[in-house]
Nanobody, 121 residues
């Protein structure tokens, strides 16, 4: 089973940028669809972005389209989420997920432990 480890979260000012990373191991990374989700306290887990495979299609939630970019580097077995023009509403725990290409969390097989992103004004 693939194992995932997120990093890159932190505290950033409104309008700032962060890049999240997700290091994967245990399976052939290039053959695994990947996604990012986020969850704020008291709210359901929310889809952010997904990539089908390297060179394949991507999909973004309307709330982040034009600001966030999902990408993957198979040579490094790493998934990225570049986050620009961050807003207070982006504050959440961000999770890397593997094994699906879907907006539904239930379609993914394995999850990382999450990395916290906090946006302050």
């Amino acid at each position: 089973q693939v194992q995932l480890l997120e990093s890159g979260g932190g505290l950033v000012q409104d309008g700032g940028s962060l890049r999240l990373s997700c290091a994967a191991s245990g399976r052939a990374f290039s053959r695994i669809a990947m996604g990012w989700f986020r969850q704020a306290p008291g709210k359901e887990r929310e889809f952010v972005a997904a990539v089908r495979r390297i060179g394949g299609s991507t999909y973004y939630a309307d709330s982040v389209k034009g600001r966030f970019t999902i990408s993957r580097d198979n040579a490094k077995n790493t998934l990225y989420l570049q986050m620009n023009a961050l807003q207070f509403e982006d504050t959440a725990m961000y999770y890397c997920a593997a094994g699906g290409f879907s907006i539904r969390a239930r379609e993914y097989d394995v999850w990382g432990q999450g990395t916290q992103v906090t946006v302050s004004s």
